[in-house]
C-alpha cells in the first residue's frame, strides 16, 4: 500500500514538473478533440489569446485565436480537416501594428481512439526580416484594400439596381416592389412590437378622360404633382407608392382606429382635389380612397393590399369617396363577379329583353309614349333588378354592347308599333359611357334608317352630370342627334347638379323630375315648393316636363293642379314586354 501511495506522489510530481516544464516554453501548445474544443493548454496559449488557462477549456480553438492582419480567421475547421493524418503547417502575419509573424502547426494524436489534435503555435517574427514583414503586411493590405473596393462598387450598384427597379420613373416614388419591401418591414416590426399597420388605397377618379382629353404628358404631370400633394399631406414615417396608373398607396404604422384612418384620408383627399392649371386649362381632380388596418402580424402583404383595393372600389360608390373595408365587401365581390358572368353570358346570348312603361298626357291620361327599360334574363325569371346590373354594367363598360343591343331592339320594336298605327314615341335610355365614346350619333341614326324608323319619333334620355361633367362632348352628339329630329331629355332630374341655370344652356327638350320628389311632394312643403318652381321654369324655358314616379290618384292630382304636362309611374302602368304594352294611337289609361 506504501509503495503505491509512493508511486501516485512520485506521479503527481512528474506531471507537476511537466506542466512547469511546458509553461515555460514560448511556443503556444493546446490540445483538442477532433471537433476542435479545448481540452488541455498551456500558459503561452492562454497569453496568445489573452485569457487565463481555465477559461479556455471546452471552448472552441476556432473562436478563441486572434484573426490575421487581413482580418480573416487564423484557422478554420475545413482547413484542419483537410489536414488529415499528416496534420498541417503554415505562416500568418497576426497583427499589423506589431508585425508578428506566427507559425500554426498541426497533428492528429493517432494513437488515440477519438482522435484529438495537438496545435502548436510559434512567434517566427525574429526569424523574418523587418522588410519582409513588411512587404506581406502590404501585400495583404493592398488585397484587402481591393477586397473593400469591390465589395464597395457591387454594392453601390446593387443599391442602384435595387433603386430604380423599386422605383416608378415617372413620380420618382416607391413602385409595387418598393411597397412590398416597406409592408414587408412594418410587418417585422409588428411581430416583434405589436400595433396596427393600415393601407389607405388612393385611385384618381376619371383619369383616363383626363389622358385622352389632354395627352399623357399632361396625364403625368398630373401625376408628378398627385404625389407631390399627396406627400406633403403625410406624416413623418408615412409611406407614399405609385403602383402604376392612377393608383398610389399611404403605408402607416401610426393610426390605431378608423377615425383616425378618416381623418388622414379626407385631409389627402382635400389636398388632392385642389384645382390644377395647365396649359390654359383647369383640372379638379379627385380620388376615391379604400383603408384596410390590421393588427395581424401574420397576414400577407398581396392580402393587406388586396383589401385596399377592394374598398377603394367600395368607395367609388359613396359620395364621401372613403370606404373602409369589412368582411361583406369580399361577399359583395363575389356577388358582383357572379353577377358579371351572368352579364357577360346575357350579352353572348342575348339573354335580356326589353320593357316598356307609359308616358301619359296628366290632362287625359292618353299615351303618348313609352320608355324602353332593360332586364335581364328571361320575361319569367329576371336575374337582377336594374338597380344592381346596370351600375356593374357602367364600372366595367359591359354597358357600351348592352346599350347598343337596347337601341337596335327598341328601334325595331318602335318600327313594328308605327307599322301597327301607333304614333307614341319611344325613349330609350343612353348611358354616360356611351355618350363618351364619339360615334353614337352615326350609330343610333343608322340603325334607326336600317328598320324604317322616323328619327322624329324617338327620345335619348341622358342624366345631367355627362352634360355638365363632359358638355362639349356631350353636346356634339346630342345636337347632330336633335338637329335630326331626335328629342332629348333629361333623366332623374334634382338627384345630381340639379342647377337651375344649366338648363337654359344644355342641349334638352324636356326634364324628367326625380321620383323622390314626387313620391312626398304631397307631406313635404319645401320639394313641393322646388317642385313647383321646375314646372314653372321649364314653361318659361319652353322645355317639357315629365314627372317620374307617380303612384297614386293624389299624387296624379297634385301634379296636375301644379300646371305638370306629363307623366309616368305605377299609377298608370308597370313596366310590360311589348305584347302586353299600350301599341295603339292615343289609347286612354283610366283608373
Not at 503505491?4 to 509553461?23: C, D, H, I, P, Q
Not at 409592408?183 to 383626363?210: M, P, V, Y
Request: proline letters at 4%; a negative charge; one cysteine or more.
Amino acid at each position: 500500500m506504501n509503495d503505491n501511495r509512493k508511486l501516485v506522489v512520485e506521479l503527481r510530481r512528474s506531471m507537476g514538473r511537466l506542466e512547469a516544464a511546458l509553461g515555460t516554453i514560448s511556443d503556444a501548445l493546446v490540445i483538442t478533440s477532433c471537433e476542435g474544443r479545448v481540452l488541455w493548454c498551456n500558459a503561452s496559449y492562454a497569453r496568445l489569446v489573452d485569457r487565463t488557462p481555465p477559461a479556455v477549456l471546452g471552448e472552441s480553438i476556432y473562436d478563441q485565436l486572434p484573426r490575421d492582419c487581413d482580418s480573416a480567421p487564423l484557422l478554420n475547421p475545413e482547413l484542419v480537416l483537410a489536414g488529415g493524418d499528416l496534420g498541417g503547417h503554415f505562416t500568418r502575419v497576426l497583427d499589423r501594428s506589431k508585425l508578428r509573424a506566427i507559425e500554426i502547426e498541426w497533428k492528429p494524436i493517432r494513437s488515440e481512439r477519438l482522435r484529438p489534435l495537438i496545435f502548436c503555435f510559434r512567434d517566427v517574427s525574429a526569424m523574418l526580416s523587418y522588410e519582409q514583414l513588411r512587404v506581406e503586411v502590404e501585400r495583404i493590405e493592398r488585397r484587402r484594400q481591393q477586397t473593400e473596393n469591390l465589395n464597395r462598387a457591387l454594392e453601390l450598384e446593387r443599391l442602384a439596381l435595387a433603386t430604380k427597379v423599386m422605383e416608378c420613373p415617372v413620380t420618382g416614388l416607391p413602385n409595387r416592389r418598393g411597397l412590398h419591401v416597406s409592408i414587408g418591414a412594418a410587418l417585422k416590426t409588428q411581430r416583434q412590437s405589436g400595433g396596427r399597420i393600415s393601407i389607405l388605397f388612393c385611385d384618381l377618379n376619371n383619369f383616363k378622360e383626363i389622358n385622352d382629353l389632354h395627352g399623357h404628358q399632361i396625364g403625368d404631370d398630373l401625376l408628378i404633382e398627385i404625389g407631390r400633394r399627396l406627400q406633403r399631406s403625410l406624416r413623418f414615417g408615412d409611406i407614399l407608392s405609385r403602383l402604376g396608373g392612377d393608383e398610389f398607396v399611404v403605408l402607416t404604422m401610426g393610426i390605431f382606429n378608423e377615425a383616425d384612418a378618416l381623418q388622414l384620408a379626407m385631409r389627402l383627399n382635400d389636398a388632392v382635389g385642389q384645382a390644377w392649371s395647365v396649359e390654359g386649362h383647369t383640372i379638379r381632380p379627385s380620388m376615391s380612397i379604400g383603408i384596410t388596418i390590421s393588427d395581424d402580424p401574420d397576414i400577407s402583404i398581396d392580402e393587406l393590399i388586396r383589401r385596399a383595393d377592394l374598398a377603394m372600389y367600395e368607395a367609388k360608390s359613396n359620395d364621401q369617396h372613403i370606404a373602409f373595408y369589412h368582411s361583406s365587401i369580399d361577399k359583395k365581390v363575389r356577388k358582383n363577379i357572379h353577377l358579371r358572368h351572368q352579364l357577360e353570358e346575357a350579352i353572348q346570348h342575348e339573354a335580356m329583353f326589353l320593357a316598356y312603361q307609359p308616358i301619359v298626357g296628366l290632362e287625359d291620361r292618353t299615351v303618348v309614349g313609352m320608355e324602353a327599360l332593360l332586364r335581364l334574363g328571361a320575361i319569367t325569371a329576371p336575374i337582377a333588378t336594374p338597380s344592381e346590373f346596370i351600375p356593374l354594367a357602367e364600372r366595367t363598360a359591359l354597358i357600351l354592347p348592352i346599350g347598343r343591343w337596347v337601341i337596335n331592339e327598341a328601334l325595331r320594336h318602335l318600327a313594328e308599333l308605327r307599322a301597327r298605327g301607333s304614333e307614341i314615341t319611344m325613349a330609350i335610355n343612353v348611358s354616360p359611357l356611351q355618350l363618351k365614346e364619339s360615334g353614337l350619333s352615326d350609330y343610333f341614326l343608322t340603325q334607326a334608317e336600317r328598320v324604317g324608323v322616323d328619327p322624329s319619333w324617338t327620345v335619348i334620355e341622358v342624366t345631367e352630370s355627362i352634360l355638365i361633367e363632359h358638355p362639349e362632348l356631350a353636346t356634339c352628339e346630342l345636337s347632330r342627334l336633335r338637329e335630326a329630329g331626335v328629342k332629348v331629355h333629361l333623366d332623374d332630374f334634382g338627384t345630381g347638379y340639379s342647377s337651375m341655370s344649366w338648363l337654359a344652356r344644355l342641349p334638352i327638350d324636356s326634364i324628367k323630375v326625380d321620383r323622390s320628389f314626387i313620391a312626398d311632394f304631397l307631406n313635404d312643403h319645401r320639394k313641393a315648393v322646388v317642385l313647383d318652381a321646375m314646372i314653372r321654369l321649364s314653361h318659361d324655358l319652353g322645355l317639357g316636363l315629365i314627372a317620374e314616379g307617380i303612384e297614386t290618384a293624389e299624387q296624379h292630382e297634385g301634379l296636375l293642379a301644379m300646371g305638370c304636362d306629363q307623366g309616368q309611374g305605377f299609377f298608370f302602368g308597370r313596366p310590360e314586354p311589348l305584347s302586353r304594352s299600350f301599341a295603339v294611337p292615343a289609347q286612354r289609361i283610366g283608373r
